[in-house]
């Protein structure tokens, strides 16, 4: 099977290969720069940038979809988040190396890591307690809001920034959501309901999840002309929620379809995330509300 090429420049980066996730787990200190950690011969790579200066908070950047002539490793949110003083974590979906049609997997796993979603919260944990933060936010947008929405509920006290995000993979677009579990499961492309298989190994609804309680916080940035997104994703996942759980919500029209809110307004929302108190003054100061239906 043809694979996207993956180029890491050594002169560039320092670069520390792990040949397993338990080989990762065991390491005593952290490297920063670039890490490769092998799941079954296969690389996840992860991007560690610990602040220069003294810092309590951790970003965590899950990217969407890519496009298809993505270069790998991802590495989205490095451009919004330069010069915002907080240790930053990139994490490439390692499905993307699965086969050249994948352009979106979720950070839910593959035939090759069937066990990504727990594997990466040990390993998210190890990076963030190397960086000695108390503060840690998950950020993404679209499938990486659907992962961000995922990994931060592992992390009690955390806070999610998601904006147009799924949280139900079956009811994001068919054709899609096939492509991407024949692809990356290897399963057979005449199979009925391929994502059946899918979701005995993977958690694939963020719905039933929010539906008992969580220890985070989250922020649902929404565009209120993503009609896709508002009617088959946002709304079902606040009617979901356990209402003991601290969600919030800014909705404001960014542009037709799933556009995403503005540089300017993502930025300033990380950088409130420097603030000190709880999320939710936070989140209150900065024009955010409890989430309802739209």
Known sequence: MNVRKRTIDGSQHQISTFESVESFLQTSKVPSGMLVIRQNGRPLDIYNVPSRS??????????????????????????????????????????????????IGWHIGDSYAPHLQSDLVCILKAIVDSHGAGRVVFFGGSAGGYASLFYSAKFAGSLCIAYNPQTSIRRYISGKVREYACSAWNIEANEYDP????????????????????????????????????ERHYNPFVKANMPENSIWMLKDAWGPGHTPPSKVVLRSLLEGCLDDGAWSSILSNLGFREAEVI
């Open 54 to 103: 003294v810092t309590d908070t951790t970003v965590v950047f899950l990217h969407g979809a890519a496009p298809r002539d993505v270069r790998l490793p991802y590495f989205a949110g490095q451009e919004i988040s330069r010069g915002i003083n907080f240790n930053r974590v990139f994490v490439s979906d390692p499905a993307l190396t699965s086969a050249p049609d994948i352009t």
């Open 195 to 230: 994502l059946e298989y899918v979701e005995r190994r993977a958690v694939t609804d963020l719905c039933d999840l929010y539906s008992t309680r969580q220890g985070n916080t989250v922020a649902l940035l929404q565009n209120t002309q993503d009609a896709y997104h508002v």
